[in-house]
């Protein structure tokens, strides 16, 4: 038990010492009456207590105001044990292509997120967070512990959101870096996520990796498709919701190229048990244990002084006025 404002009982000094001179002021004007004293004539009980009672129960009341005023606080620690202490960017293609129904009974994008989702609930208090791109890149979520509002995030995640077409990898890239490069963590790493190549943007995938090299940011690169065609669906202004049969695109050369660079590692899922069987690899991959700081709580425990300081208050009304009220 500790006190945060432990300078505030210099005012249950001044209860105390008004406690006092109040009894001593009574004593005083007792002595003064003009009234012989009854020798052998004890004074009753009801007087006695009237006398010291009400400025005793007030001066009690007063002390646990001010213990309340102080506010106790009762602190307890929790070990956070050991996490890893590494910054993750996820870098995620949303462009329209990871609609492609080729991880059934979903599309691309959908295994992605499930994906993602159970490797961020996975990791032990790493800062974790979100780029997405298509034909532009933006922050999602910034890196953060905060895993629900992260998971949410990516839940969010729809083909086509980022309202440009193509699929800018370099951008997505670049993206993810400026929002790590600046971070303590003591390992960093941006796991990319596409189903395509590089047709747009602004940065070329292989000056983006030199970029994240520079950083010392890892690149873990991730082809997500099968191999040949897939059916994905197409909304047509005239038939409506049509399927239409798409080709494989994914560029592995650069990909690869993009993992060396970095000294990452590139992976090709074409199914969505393989794709969390890759993101278990890099959960496996990225363990620097560290040391978490202890997590230190106060409560405050003011509310039962100042609750026996009322009562007490409750208890002196009671009997000035009803028990020890004295008649003429």
């Given at each position: 038990?500790?006190?945060?404002?432990?300078?505030?009982?210099?005012?249950?000094?001044?209860?105390?010492?008004?406690?006092?001179?109040?009894?001593?002021?009574?004593?005083?004007?007792?002595?003064?009456?003009?009234?012989?004293?009854?020798?052998?004539?004890?004074?009753?009980?009801?007087?006695?207590?009237?006398?010291?009672?009400?400025?005793?129960?007030?001066?009690?009341?007063?002390?646990?105001?001010?213990?309340?005023?102080?506010?106790?606080?009762?602190?307890?620690?929790?070990?956070?044990?050991?996490?890893?202490?590494?910054?993750?960017?996820?870098?995620?293609?949303?462009?329209?292509?990871?609609?492609?129904?080729?991880?059934?009974?979903?599309?691309?994008?959908?295994?992605?997120?499930?994906?993602?989702?159970?490797?961020?609930?996975?990791?032990?208090?790493?800062?974790?967070?979100?780029?997405?791109?298509?034909?532009?890149?933006?922050?999602?979520?910034?890196?953060?512990?905060?895993?629900?509002?992260?998971?949410?995030?990516?839940?969010?995640?729809?083909?086509?959101?980022?309202?440009?077409?193509?699929?800018?990898?370099?951008?997505?890239?670049v993206t993810g870096v400026n929002h790590i490069r600046n971070s303590d963590g003591k390992s960093k790493v941006l796991i990319l996520l596409t189903d395509g190549r590089h047709n747009t943007g602004i940065i070329d995938p292989v000056t983006a990796a030199k970029v994240a090299k520079t950083y010392g940011i890892k690149v873990y690169t991730i082809g997500c498709a099968k191999r040949g065609e897939a059916l994905m669906p197409v909304d047509d202004p005239k038939f409506g919701r049509v399927m239409v049969r798409v080709r494989d695109d994914l560029d592995e050369d650069i990909l690869n190229e993009i993992a060396r660079m970095t000294d990452g590692r590139y992976w090709?899922?074409?199914?969505?048990?393989?794709?969390?069987?890759?993101?278990?690899?890099?959960?496996?991959?990225?363990?620097?244990?560290?040391?978490?700081?202890?997590?230190?709580?106060?409560?405050?425990?003011?509310?039962?002084?100042?609750?026996?300081?009322?009562?007490?208050?409750?208890?002196?009304?009671?009997?000035?006025?009803?028990?020890?009220?004295?008649?003429?």
């Open positions: 038990m500790i006190l945060a404002y432990p300078y505030v009982l210099v005012l249950a000094l001044a209860a105390l010492a008004a406690g006092w001179w109040a009894l001593r002021r009574f004593e005083g004007r007792r002595s003064a009456l003009p009234f012989p004293r009854v020798h052998g004539l004890k004074p009753s009980w009801r007087s006695e207590a009237a006398r010291v009672l009400p400025p005793a129960l007030k001066t009690a009341a007063l002390v646990l105001i001010a213990f309340g005023l102080a506010r106790p606080q009762q602190v307890s620690s929790r070990n956070q044990g050991v996490g890893e202490g590494i910054d993750i960017m996820l870098v995620i293609d949303t462009s329209t292509s990871m609609n492609a129904l080729d991880f059934q009974p979903e599309n691309r994008l959908f295994a992605a997120k499930d994906t993602a989702v159970r490797f961020v609930r996975g990791r032990a208090q790493d800062r974790v967070g979100l780029v997405i791109f298509g034909g532009a890149a933006m922050l999602s979520c910034p890196l953060t512990i905060d895993y629900d509002a992260l998971t949410g995030r990516i839940a969010e995640l729809e083909p086509g959101m980022t309202h440009a077409d193509g699929t800018a990898i370099g951008d997505g890239i090709r899922a074409t199914s969505l048990q393989e794709l969390r069987d890759v993101y278990a690899e890099i959960d496996r991959l990225e363990k620097t244990k560290v040391k978490l700081p202890e997590i230190v709580s106060r409560a405050d425990r003011y509310a039962l002084p100042v609750g026996l300081a009322v009562l007490l208050l409750i208890v002196e009304l009671a009997l000035s006025n009803i028990f020890l009220l004295r008649w003429p």
